[in-house]
Structure formats: structure tokens, C-alpha cells
């Protein structure tokens, strides 16, 4: 039963040779498949593209497309270094050879996979700029020419450090691969390193990282946040200024005259030296008591402060 559902499968695979493109199914299969598919002649690809352009084919159009999948996956193999999944390259590769198709003038005497190869690359940057890293690491069309560059070129440059012997591998470019990159790309030596310097780094967490013993951790968020110019931190800030001016004065201004001299001598007065005010010696010595109760005059002095100033506050 089963060889009987099996043979018009593959009979019909034979005559449609289209229809070996899986809707679903894993990577591999999608590239096999692919690879399968068979090449258009120029005389097909004119004639399926005059089609679509002329009468609106969709399925000269689809032929026109399922014939270059095999070129989407080759050229998005090139791109495995970045790090980004192949599969999500090779969807975006296909995105360009679609809007290729649809641009595609036959008239202009050119074949569908030399036109095609600039879409699809063009797509496939697009989405590695995008995705590569959070921030975007190219923007102008220099910054986006290094960023594909300048990989390749400093593998090349490995290359001749190696056949020259020279024994070890710079990491960083020197200054002379710097001026021959800026002179190949059309781009200034500075752009060049500013480029290696961005793709150098990598993205920093700005949030702390919870960690591993419950502990608060710390994050680059911490110290990058402004917090001086916000409303609660400005009114904590205007209300400490006012305590440790207005407030103190008016907190001294209950003490009686002994016990302000003791206070002030004690806490507030810094001589040039930065040495503090008089000692508790010294002043049971001016007044004629014992150092024990300058002690306790003082003790007493500070909570009556307290009270005052949390009366003022």
C-alpha cells in the first residue's frame, strides 16, 4: 500500500521538478532542495521574466525565483562569521532575490543572477547591521563598507605577515595597513580606526546582572544615571543645605553661652591646619571643671540640637 502511495510522489516530483522546495522542514533539507532545483537557460529566464513583466505571471515569477535559491544560499554562507543563524540569512537573501525579480527588466541584457546578486546582498546587510550587535555599529555608507571589509582585509594582512615570516600576528592594525585599507575602501585612515575600535567591543549591560549570592549587584546604570536633577533628590539636597545652615544656627541659638562655646569648639570649628577646634582637656581647663563634665555639657548640648532641629525640619 504504502509503495502504491509512494510512486505518483515521485512521478509527480519527476514531471514538476518546481515542487521540490519543502514547505516545512529542517535546514538541510531546505538546501538540498534547493540544489535540486533546475537551471533556467537564457531563453527561459527571458521568457518567464517578460511574463511577469508584461502579463503579471506569478508563476513565471516564482520559477524565476525557486531557479537562483541555490545562489541566496551560497552567498549567505559567506556571511556565517557574523554569528547570526544561516537560516535567518537566507531568508533575508531570498527577500532580496524576490524584490530582484520584481525590478527585473529582461530588455536590458543582462542575465537574472548578475542583477539579483546586488539585491541580495544588499538585504542580507541590512539585516546584519541590524542584528549583529543592540547598537548599531554602521550607519554611513564608509562606516558600512569598513564594517564588511575590514575583517577579510586584516585576515589578508595576516597572510603577508605570515609569507614574510615575521613570526608573530598583530591583533590591531599598524599604521601602514591602516593608510593601504583607507586607500583601497576610498575612506579616511581615522574612519578605519574608529571601525576596528567598534567592532573591537562588544555591548555592555547597562542593568546589573543578578547575582549568584543574592547580593545587589552593580552595573554600569549605576554610575551613568544622573540623579542630581531629579525632583526627590532636589528637595533632599535643598532641605539638607537648609538644615546645615539655617537649621544648625537656629539649633545653637537654644543653647546657653557655655554650652554653644563647647559645641562650636568641639564639632564646628577646623583651624588652618585642619586640626579641629579645642580638646576636652583644654576646655575643662578654660572653664575650671573636669573633662568629664565638658563631656556631659556637650552630650546634653547635642540632644537639646536634636530636638531643635527636628522641630525646624
Known sequence: MSALIAAPKTALASANPWSLVPPLGNLDAYISAANRLPMLTLEEEQEYARKFKNDNDLEAAGKLVLSHLRLVVSVARQYLGYGLPHGDLIQEGNVGLMKAVKRFDPEQG???????????????????LKNWRMV???????QRKLFFNLRSMKQRFKGEDAAADLGTHRET?????????????KVKPEEVLEMEARLAGGDVLLDPSPSDDGEDAFGPISYLTDT?????????ARQRDLLATDGIATALASLDE????IVEERWLKVNDDNSGGMTLHDLAAEYGVSAERIRQIEVAAMKKMKVALAAYA
Do not use: D, F, G
Open 110 to 128: 543582462v542575465r537574472l543572477v548578475s542583477y539579483a546578486l546586488h539585491w541580495i546582498k544588499a538585504e542580507i546587510h541590512e539585516y546584519i
Open 136 to 142: 548599531k555599529v554602521a550607519t554611513t555608507k564608509a
Open 173 to 185: 592594525l599598524n599604521p601602514e595597513q591602516v593608510k593601504t585599507m583607507a586607500r583601497e575602501l
Open 228 to 236: 542630581k536633577h531629579e525632583p526627590a533628590a532636589m528637595l533632599e
Open 258 to 261: 557655655r554650652s554653644r562655646r
